[in-house]
């Protein structure tokens, strides 16, 4: 009962490596996902990784050691030559869409209360921090993914974005000072901009599949660009309208 609960997690390694520990099938896709390998060589790695362990009716540990240990070991083709590209076409909505929501919202009470947007020195620090996080993610896709499943990382991260708020509230010196409606419409402006950009994106589509089982996949809209594109106007509008109600 334990192992059908654990494979209906893990459908897609069930359906590839049937006899293999759908945890270490997991990791060992992560990894070469991570390194750019295509989904083909992927399953045709994972498929041999199968076969072996029926054959030799060995654990796959005991015949192959850690998942990423043996994903590092292994000659594959990169099957993604403009990665860089496509990481850049996947952060650049998220980093318009940042820009815009905090320029909008800095912008609400000044609105309404008739005086210029002073921006401070921590929230600037701030914004330059969540900004030079998601160029790193573009330029080095795999780098940066790979540093994020670390284990330690999320409490780690965590910790340094209280301190970033922190810092932020502290470090309150205004360092430039806007009229409120240029930067409530710049703010807006960005954010139709980023609802445009998630929506007309599409994502290459490069399935895990066996061998016999290929087919081409045509590039499609994902669901959670699609999400974001709703998320990003919708929860600027709520936080705008709690400020200007609820803010005296």
Same mark, same amino acid.
């Not at 650049?92 to 909008?104: C, E, K, N, S, Y």
């Not at 974001?228 to 109600?245: E, I, K």
């Given at each position: 009962?334990?192992? $059908?609960?654990?494979?209906? +997690?893990?459908?897609?390694?069930?359906?590839? @490596?049937?006899? #293999?520990?759908?945890?270490?099938?997991?990791?060992?896709?992560?990894?070469?996902?991570? %390194?750019? #390998?295509?989904?083909? @060589?992927?399953?045709?790695?994972?498929?041999?990784?199968?076969?072996?362990?029926?054959?030799? =009716? %060995?654990?796959?540990?005991?015949?192959? +050691?850690?998942? /990423?240990?043996?994903?590092?070991?292994?000659?594959?083709?990169?099957?993604?030559?403009?990665?860089?590209?496509?990481?850049?076409?996947?952060?650049?909505?998220?980093?318009?869409?940042?820009?815009?929501?905090?320029? *909008?919202?800095?912008?609400?009470?000044?609105?309404?209360? +008739?005086?210029?947007?002073?921006? +401070?020195?921590?929230?600037?620090?701030?914004?330059?921090?969540?900004?030079?996080?998601?160029?790193?993610?573009?330029?080095?896709?795999? &780098?940066?993914? =790979?540093?994020? *499943? $670390?284990?330690?990382?999320?409490? #780690?991260?965590?910790?340094?974005?209280? =301190?970033? !708020?922190?810092?932020? @509230?502290?470090?309150?010196?205004?360092?430039?000072?806007?009229?409120?409606?240029?930067?409530?419409?710049?703010?807006?402006?960005?954010?139709?901009?980023?609802?445009?950009?998630?929506?007309? *994106?599409?994502?290459?589509?490069?399935?895990?599949?066996?061998?016999?089982?290929?087919?081409?996949?045509?590039?499609?809209? &994902?669901? @959670?660009?699609? #999400?974001?594109?709703?998320?990003?106007?919708?929860? *600027? !509008?709520?936080?705008?309208? /709690?400020?200007?109600?609820?803010?005296?």
């Amino acid at each position: 009962m334990e192992r $059908k609960g654990a494979l209906m +997690g893990h459908r897609v390694e069930a359906r590839l @490596a049937p006899d #293999v520990d759908p945890a270490w099938a997991e990791d060992f896709i992560l990894a070469l996902r991570l %390194r750019g #390998v295509g989904g083909a @060589a992927i399953a045709d790695a994972l498929a041999e990784v199968n076969d072996e362990v029926r054959t030799s =009716g %060995r654990s796959v540990e005991a015949a192959f +050691g850690p998942a /990423g240990e043996y994903a590092g070991r292994l000659d594959l083709p990169v099957d993604t030559p403009d990665a860089p590209a496509q990481a850049v076409r996947a952060t650049a909505p998220a980093m318009v869409g940042f820009v815009g929501m905090m320029l *909008t919202l800095e912008a609400v009470l000044p609105v309404r209360n +008739g005086t210029p947007v002073g921006f +401070g020195l921590g929230m600037l620090l701030l914004a330059g921090v969540v900004c030079a996080g998601m160029i790193a993610l573009a330029l080095r896709p795999a &780098s940066a993914l =790979g540093f994020l *499943t $670390k284990r330690w990382v999320g409490p #780690v991260g965590a910790i340094v974005m209280a =301190g970033l !708020l922190v810092g932020t @509230a502290l470090l309150r010196q205004e360092v430039l000072r806007v009229p409120a409606w240029p930067v409530g419409v710049a703010g807006v402006l960005l954010l139709v901009v980023t609802v445009t950009m998630y929506v007309r *994106t599409r994502i290459p589509t490069d399935p895990l599949e066996p061998p016999l089982a290929r087919t081409p996949a045509p590039a499609r809209r &994902s669901r @959670a660009n699609l #999400v974001l594109a709703v998320a990003y106007p919708v929860v *600027t !509008l709520l936080v705008a309208v /709690g400020l200007w109600y609820l803010i005296p």
